[in-house]
């Protein structure tokens, strides 16, 4: 069938698109467009819709989810890395904290030995404490390390039996005297004080001249125990320059050698050190209790008086004098005791035990020219 313009009305081929003789585009003709290429031509991602609008939910892009993919790959990854970094260093933190703990607890804890005869107390402290017990000289304790309020340490013991001051304790146990001394005296020269009775030791501290330091007595080994101002013990080479001479405050010192209770025979701390050697060398003999007396050497001052020695025997004990007893005896009344002319010492009825001074008879006369004995 031919077609007609509908504009001019001339006759159209079947393939026209525009009237030849008019113009005028044919109806119903479909326009063609050719479409541009581009060489490098990549379409847009959709934008990526953060938000819902109106309520709906945005449709799935591939896209999207793939790069969203990758993005929560990397963020994986990364936490993976930062888990496993977080997990080896709170282990490796764990570790050294509990390393750390280690370390406190033994720091903590100690096993030290009493340089002196030490005081047990209730608590740790001197002020308002009470004394429960004491270590003898060489005597291990065990314990945990504290600190009171005024900084001072203190070794808690175990097992609850009491609190003993540092000052009084050692990592080592202290050497065997070959002899005792006990007295007070201060330097006359600057010397320094080592930790240990071995040549080589460490110094644990220097003293100046006019320190006050107590003389324990002399190693076997060529050492000088010596108790420090701030309490422990030290050592000094007896050849060494670190010269003593007796305290100037004698009147505290020396007459705080003897503290004589003549109810019960006690004379006093400061001569218990000897008193204990001396029971222990006669048991070590085996001198028969109700038998043989052991004297001790002991090189003393007292009020003007030498001590000579102190004395042990069966249920009795006494200090020799290297002076005659009627100046003892004077002495002693001065302290106020009451003394008869005899020597004898007045006491109550009550009292068991007796006290005289006397002279010593000719086969004690090595010891002293007279003694004080106490006892049954």
Do not use: H
């Amino acid at each position: 069938m031919a077609n007609f313009c509908s504009e001019c009305g001339s006759a159209l081929s079947p393939d026209a698109r525009f009237c030849a003789e008019c113009g005028a585009a044919v109806s119903g003709a479909e326009s063609i467009v050719a479409p541009v290429t581009s060489p490098a031509s990549v379409p847009a991602p959709p934008p990526v819709i953060d938000v819902e609008a109106d309520g709906a939910s945005p449709a799935p892009r591939r896209t999207g989810l793939l790069l969203g993919g990758a993005a929560l790959l990397a963020v994986a990854i990364a936490g993976g890395a930062w888990l496993g970094l977080s997990s080896s260093g709170e282990k490796a933190a764990t570790a050294q904290n509990a390393d750390a703990d280690e370390d406190r607890a033994a720091a903590e804890t100690a096993t030290l030995y009493a340089v002196a005869e030490a005081n047990l107390r209730d608590k740790a402290s001197l002020q308002g404490s009470k004394i429960v017990g004491s270590l003898k000289r060489g005597e291990k304790a065990a314990g945990t390390l504290i600190t009171d309020e005024r900084g001072k340490q203190w070794l808690k013991l175990d097992g609850g039996s009491g609190f003993v001051s540092l000052a009084n304790l050692a990592k080592a146990a202290p050497p065997a005297l070959a002899s005792l001394d006990g007295s007070d005296r201060i330097t006359t020269a600057q010397c320094s004080v080592l930790e240990t009775a071995a040549a080589g030791a460490a110094s644990k501290m220097v003293l100046k001249p006019g320190a006050a330091v107590r003389l324990v007595g002399a190693t076997a080994d060529g050492f000088t125990e010596v108790g420090l101002p701030g309490g422990g013990v030290g050592y000094m080479p007896a050849a060494s320059a670190c010269a003593t001479e007796p305290s100037p405050a004698k009147g505290a010192v020396v007459n705080s050698l003897i503290q004589f209770d003549a109810r019960s025979c006690e004379l006093g701390p400061e001569l218990e050190p000897y008193f204990e050697r001396a029971r222990k060398t006669r048991e070590g003999q085996n001198i028969e209790e109700t038998e043989e007396e052991y004297d001790f050497p002991v090189d003393k001052r007292f009020r003007g008086l030498r001590v000579t020695a102190v004395i042990v025997g069966y249920e009795w004990q006494g200090v020799a004098f290297g002076d005659p007893a009627s100046k003892v005896q004077a002495t002693f009344r001065q302290m106020g005791f009451k003394i008869d002319k005899n020597g004898d010492f007045t006491v109550d009825d009550d009292v068991a035990v007796s006290t005289t001074i006397r002279a010593t008879d000719a086969g004690s006369r090595a010891r002293g020219q007279s003694e004080l004995i106490c006892g049954v």
